[in-house]
């Protein structure tokens, strides 16, 4: 189907409910839309060797976590870059992150030669940052070709509350699904850990039990599947996820689905999404 407009989407949903089915169907349905990772883009920072990427390098090696200032600027340059936000900085430079890059509108970019030049920039207000609020707001492409699903950030009210200073979501979907029946899942679930491969004894079980379908090598547990964790994780996200459903709620996009299984929840999805959308 195409979009008559932009999506910029986020998904939110505690472990094992679905998101990542979800957004796969998103995107099989709506071949405008793309899939922006926070976590891919950390990746590829450090694989590049950017300024950014060796700061987050040595800040995960320390046991640290990467700041929400750093996971924000790395998303704006992302955007920037694709053509979906545009600086309006009076200087007409984009300050990036990058060791060296051209601005999606073709301004030259200035970037940080040092910690310290990256710390005044990060601590400096918004609209002087290029994508906050004032003379410096950024303008926001609307064409459906610059529609994205936006995974891995934000997940507190805090986080969103900043991101709105870069890019405006439009749709924010609860995905909701009862505790026991995603208990149910993660007890199925089994991995075949070179590959990331994941089978489940409930609905997508491996033709041999307990061997990968392709490589017929052993599948395992995940460490984090176990009872204690996953109920851990699930009370941190009820923790964190009801202000920032709040948050979206305040700004009217937030749209709340309920079902037992993932096939259940896609059509109503599919449909809210073309509602809105196309």
């Known amino acids: 189907m195409r979009l008559r407009k ?4 986020i998904l939110v949903g505690a472990p094992g409910v679905g998101k990542g089915t979800q957004s796969e ?32 390098e040595s800040t995960m090696k320390a046991g640290g976590l990467v700041s929400d200032d750093l996971i924000l600027r790395l998303i704006s340059n992302e955007l920037n870059q694709r053509g979906w936000i545009y600086s309006g900085h009076p200087s007409g430079n984009v300050m990036t992150l990058a060791s060296s890059a051209v601005g999606a509108t073709g301004e030259s970019a200035q970037p940080f030669q040092d910690d310290a030049g990256m710390a ?19 303008r926001i492409n609307d064409d459906p070709s610059a529609s994205f699903l936006l995974d891995g950030f ?3 009210a805090a986080q969103a509350d900043r991101l709105d200073e870069i890019v405006p979501i439009n749709l924010a979907v609860s995905i909701r699904t009862p505790l026991d029946v995603i208990m149910e899942r993660i007890h199925g679930r089994w991995v075949h850990e070179p590959s990331g491969r994941v089978y ?4 997508n079980a491996p033709r041999v039990p307990g061997r990968d379908d392709v490589t017929g090598e052993p599948l395992v547990r995940r460490a984090d599947d176990s009872d204690e964790v996953y109920r851990a994780r699930w009370n941190k996200f009820q923790e964190t996820s009801e202000p920032l459903l709040e948050h979206y709620a305040r700004k009217g996009v937030l749209w709340e689905v309920d079902g037992l299984s993932s096939d259940e929840i896609t059509p109503k999805l599919l449909g809210e999404f073309e509602r809105r959308f196309v």
Not at 6 to 9: D, G, I, S
Not at 120 to 138: I, K, N, Q, T, V
Not at 200 to 203: K, P
């Open 6 to 9: 932009a999506a910029r989407v």
């Open 25 to 56: 169907r998103l995107l099989k349905s709506f071949p405008q839309l793309s899939s922006i990772s926070s976590g891919d883009l950390l990746r590829h920072n450090v694989k590049q060797r950017t300024p950014l990427g060796i700061k987050v």
């Open 120 to 138: 005044a920039f990060l601590s400096s207000p918004a609209h002087a940052r290029g994508y906050g609020g004032g003379g410096g707001a950024a």
């Open 154 to 156: 934000p997940r507190t």
């Open 200 to 203: 489940n004894t409930s609905f």
